[in-house]
C-alpha cells in the first residue's frame, strides 16, 4: 500500500459493512409543520388519549429510582404479560419496542445470502435489520393491499429463515383471519420462523380474526409480538414482546443487552396492563371512528381501505387531487398524516384515528380538499 492511499482510506473513515449503505434510512411520520405552533399529529398511529392515568402515576413515581439498573429480567412486566396473556412467563422477550424483537430476532437467525419474506407492503423494521444482517429481503405481491399465504409461500427458499406477517398490517390496515395464519403455519418447514406481529390486536373486531397466541403454545417456529406503544400509549417509552418458543427465548437472551428496558418503561408498562379502563376507552374511541372515518371519506370520493387498525390508509386515485396534493392540503390545515411512498404506496397516505375533534378537522379539511 502506497502512503497516497494510505492517506485517502484515513480521510474516508471505516466502511460500512456491505450492505448497511444500501438500507434506505427510515423516516418516521412527520411531527412538525412550518408556522403552526399545536399541529395535529395524526402521522405515527399513537394513542389519540395518550397514556392512561395508571401508567402515568407509575412513570412518575419511577423518578424516585431513575439511579438504578432496570431488572434485566423484567421480572414484575414479565408476570404481569403471563398472567393476562396467560402465557408462559421464560417464552416471552422484552424489547424496547417490538421493533426491537424484531431486530433481536433477525440478528440471532440470520447471517448473510439468508433472507426474509414478507409482504409487499409489509412494516419496514422488519427489513432494515434484515438488511443489517446482510440478509435479503424477498417481498410477496400484495395486490389487494392484504398479504396473500400462497404468494408469501412462493417467495419461501431454502435461504428463508424467516416469515414475518403484521396482523393487522401496518401501513394498509388489512388483516389474515386466523385460518390463514394457521395454514400459512402449517406450510412452513419448523426451521423457518414465522413472526406474527400483532401491534394492532387490540383495535381488531373482525370476527375471523384470531390471536397466534393459541397456535405459538406447541409450536417449535412461532412468535407473536405485541407492543404498549398503540393500545397503551406508550410509543415514547418504546415497550414490546414477543412470545417465543423456549429455545428461541434463550436463543435471543444471549444476544440482547442486558439492560434494554428502562425503569419507567417497566413500571408504566405494568400498570398500564392492568388499567382495562383506559385500555377500553382508546378501543372504544377507534371501534367508533374507525367506522365513521371510512365511510366519510369515501362520500368524498377518495378510496379507503378497510382497516383493522387504529388507522385508515386513503387512496386518491385522481391525478389532480392526488395524496401529495393532499397531504400539502392536510398540513396546511394544520393536520399531519402519513406519506407512504417509502413502502411503495405514493398514492396513498394514512391517517391515524385521532380525538373526535381532530376526527371531525380531517373530515372536514378532505371535504373542502375534495371540492376544490
Ligand atoms: C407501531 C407498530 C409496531 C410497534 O413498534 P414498537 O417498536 O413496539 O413501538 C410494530 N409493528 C407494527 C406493524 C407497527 O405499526
Known sequence: MTDDTTAASALRGPIAKPGILDIAPYVGGKSAIAGITEPMKLSSNENALGAGEKAREAYAAAMANIHLYPDGRATKLRAAVAEHHELEPERLIFGNGSDEVFALLNQTYLTAGDNIVTGQYGFL????????????????????????????????????????????????????????????????????????????????????????????????NLVVTRTFS??????????????????????????????????????????????????????????????????????????????????????FPDEARNATAANDYLNGKGIIVRAVGGYGLPDCLRITIGTEDQNRAVIDALSEFAAR
Open 125 to 220: 423494521a422488519y427489513r432494515i435489520s434484515a438488511k443489517a444482517n446482510q440478509a435479503e429481503v424477498k417481498l410477496a405481491p400484495e395486490p389487494g393491499y392484504k398479504a396473500e399465504v400462497d404468494a408469501l409461500l412462493e417467495q419461501v427458499d431454502e435461504r428463508t429463515r424467516f416469515v414475518y406477517v403484521s396482523n393487522p398490517s401496518n401501513p394498509t390496515g388489512s388483516y389474515n383471519s386466523g385460518e390463514e395464519i394457521r395454514r400459512l403455519h402449517a406450510a412452513l418447514p419448523s426451521s423457518i420462523l414465522l413472526v406474527v406481529d400483532e401491534a394492532y390486536a387490540e383495535f381488531v373486531v373482525e370476527p375471523d380474526w384470531e390471536t397466534a397466541f393459541p397456535l405459538a403454545r406447541d409450536a417449535a
Open 230 to 315: 398503540k393500545i397503551h400509549g406508550l410509543g415514547g417509552l418504546r415497550i414490546g414482546f414477543g412470545y417465543a418458543p423456549l429455545a428461541v427465548a434463550e436463543a435471543v437472551d444471549r444476544i440482547r443487552l442486558p439492560f434494554n428496558v428502562s425503569v419507567p418503561g417497566l413500571e408504566a408498562a405494568t400498570a398500564a396492563l392492568g388499567d382495562e379502563a383506559h385500555q377500553k376507552a382508546s378501543r372504544d374511541l377507534v371501534q367508533t371512528w374507525r367506522p365513521r372515518l371510512t365511510q366519510a371519506i369515501r362520500g368524498f370520493g377518495f378510496e379507503v381501505m378497510p382497516s383493522a387498525g387504529n388507522f385508515v390508509m386513503v387512496r
